[in-house]
């Protein structure tokens, strides 16, 4: 696979022409019923934006790592709590339960070398900050998030642009 240089520019424009939204208009319903999913108030707004710019990073998306970024700026979070995702087990700004949540996105969306993804102690960990409801709503903030992965990556919106129009 041949990689770009670091010094090329990087398009201004999607690699796919046309919005997979307005192509597959089917989308917006399953889109929608994701979003009220986790903003069903179990698990605070803030730890789903961090747990999504986490998978963003993770995922090397651009585009999801600026989206979530800007969010979260838009929330009224502090810059020192965006920047220091990337290193959130040594940051000091973030609380036990961000943490437990930010194991877990890592845990879910990293190959593992030693057995399961998400390991008991892990899983014990984060129930002890989420209960049931809360736990099921930040399971699918990380599969909403994933879910959009594959047009962050294939399409390639352009970083920056309306969450609402990335093709605008």
Request: no cysteine.
């Amino acid at each position: 696979m041949e990689k770009r240089a670091i010094t090329a520019e990087v398009p201004a424009a999607p690699r796919m022409p046309e919005d997979p939204a307005q192509l597959v208009p089917e989308l917006a319903e399953v889109s929608a019923a994701l979003f009220r999913a986790t903003g069903n108030g179990s698990v605070p707004r803030s730890t789903i934006g961090l747990v999504q710019l986490r998978a963003g990073q993770i995922v090397g998306s651009t585009y999801l790592t600026v989206l979530h970024a800007g969010f979260l700026r838009k929330a009224g979070q502090s810059e020192e709590r965006i920047a220091s995702v990337a290193s959130w087990w040594d940051s000091p700004y973030f609380t036990a339960a961000e943490r437990a949540a930010l194991a877990l996105v890592e845990a879910v969306l990293q190959p593992s070398t030693d057995g399961e993804r998400v390991s008991d102690e892990l899983y014990a960990q984060v129930a002890g900050h989420y209960e049931g409801k809360a736990l099921a709503t930040l399971m699918f903030a990380i599969g909403q998030v994933n879910f959009f992965v594959p047009v962050a990556l294939v399409a390639k919106p352009v970083p920056g642009r309306s969450f609402t129009d990335p093709w605008g």
